[in-house]
């Protein structure tokens, strides 16, 4: 009888040892299919880069109607490129949880084998112990016999707890991948609902472009006289902003704020593909470029003239306060815009969005997406508009609360943020150096 669970017990350890051999097969063609995954989003991320590349080089051309198009056409065509990739992202993160998802099964298949022959064997050690001396020395032809199936017994049971706690170990491992793989896959899912309403941004974009084109008439003439009349709109909405921003005081609490050259916040856009530095198109401040009035006397934030459908990312965690959308009701300004507080006393403006992909009152980490770049607002050209505040001294209000008449602006309730000039402060002085 003991013999006989012997081998049994035996076979049970052989099976542990080759144990990821039942599915061979399968495990071998998942992993050639996640193979498979990972060479496609090599390529796609090649393509995207040549996309990225190509949006830098029209950017920086001069102003045109045809520049406009090219960089929309540009636009378009790397955010199929992102969601291509983000789709083989999630089937390979679908494969990989099955994949570990079987090697969990065949762990707790070997992990109850050993259980029950363990049990086994401990009833047997204890019918043997149940045994008087006599009966037991009958069953053997000699003690030494008895003593050594004993000794073989007890030393198979240590043999197999220890296999079960490493199986268990390496199940609670896998139980883990499964869940980091899942997680992943969550992220992922959010990725691909953002760049789904990033794509439909771009869509937008291409009406703007059908409605560019037929109020220019495809003329080049027509395209500069409408940036023209961009220009001295946003020109007059800057004087009437400054003209009411001048009339707010604020009492600064220096101790409230980080020190500048602090670092506190982090770029809010992807930096793999170009440095921050080469794509400021206009600095905080008075800069020769800028003849701009408000409240501050000056440019009240930095433009980064990055491409149309760029991920915008929050410059640190923090609580989304509000965002809107000042075109409605053709009060153009900032366009799409978004407003975080932060807990380290000040608040960021990220504005000229071509989508918003939060909410007022969400919680968001430094990195999170909370949009895409465009060209709405008063805006001649793609960019994002980035500003900082003391989070204390900026408000949202009604653009009715210092423009007068019964415009759709106005009607429409179209609110911004707005402070008084010591609550502006230049971006480059938090953040990295």
């Not at 109607?65 to 490129?81: H, V």
């Not at 009607?411 to 402060?425: D, E, K, S």
Request: charged share 25%; net charge negative.
């Amino acid at each position: 009888m003991i013999r006989n669970i012997t081998i049994s017990l035996f076979i049970i350890l052989a099976l542990f040892i080759g144990g990821f051999s039942v599915n061979a097969q399968g495990a071998e063609e998942l992993r050639a299919k996640i193979s498979d995954y990972n060479a496609k989003i090599q390529q796609l991320d090649a393509e995207i880069r040549r996309y990225e590349q190509d949006l830098l080089k029209v950017g920086a051309e001069k102003q045109t109607l045809q520049k406009a198009i090219d960089e929309l056409n540009i636009s378009r065509n790397k955010l199929s490129t992102d969601i291509k990739k983000t789709e083989n992202q999630i089937a390979k993160t679908n494969l990989t949880i099955a994949e570990l998802s079987n090697e969990i099964d065949q762990k707790e298949e070997n992990i109850e084998d050993n259980r029950k022959a363990i049990a086994g064997t401990l009833r047997e050690i204890a019918k043997r112990n149940d045994d008087s001396l006599i009966e037991t020395l009958m069953k053997y032809n000699n003690l030494a016999e008895f003593w050594g199936q004993i000794s073989e017994l007890h030393g198979l049971r240590d043999k197999i707890r220890e296999a079960i706690v490493e199986l268990e170990e390496l199940k609670s491992i896998l139980e883990n991948k499964v869940g980091e793989s899942r997680e992943q896959k969550s992220e992922l899912l959010g990725f691909k609902e953002n760049l789904a309403n990033q794509k439909q941004a771009v869509d937008a974009n291409k009406e703007e472009k059908d409605s560019l084109l037929a109020q220019t008439k495809s003329q080049e003439k027509g395209y500069q006289d409408l940036l023209s009349q961009k220009r001295a709109a946003r020109e007059q909405f800057e004087r009437e902003l400054a003209d009411f921003e001048s009339q707010l005081q604020f009492v600064l609490d220096p101790n409230s704020v980080p020190s500048k050259g602090s670092g506190v916040l982090n770029w809010p856009f992807s930096t793999t593909s170009y440095s921050p530095l080469s794509i400021i198109t206009q600095y905080f401040g008075k800069t020769s470029d800028s003849g701009r009035l408000y409240a501050s006397g000056t440019h009240n934030g930095v433009d980064f003239g990055i491409p149309t459908g760029s991920k915008i990312l929050s410059a640190a965690s923090g609580v989304v306060r509000e965002s809107g959308n000042t075109d409605v009701g053709s009060c153009l300004s900032y366009g799409k815009w978004v407003l975080v507080d932060h807990e380290n006393g000040l608040s960021t403006l990220y504005a000229h969005l071509s989508s918003i992909s939060v909410k007022s009152g969400q919680t968001v980490n430094s990195g999170s997406i909370l949009g895409y770049s465009g060209n709405t607002g008063y805006s001649t050209g793609p960019h994002l508009h980035f500003t900082v505040f003391a989070r204390e001294g900026v408000n949202v209000r009604n653009l009715g609360d210092y423009k007068s008449g019964s415009s759709p602006c106005v009607l429409n309730g179209v609110r911004i943020p707005v402070a008084a000039a010591n609550v502006y402060f230049d971006p480059m002085a938090y953040l990295p150096n």
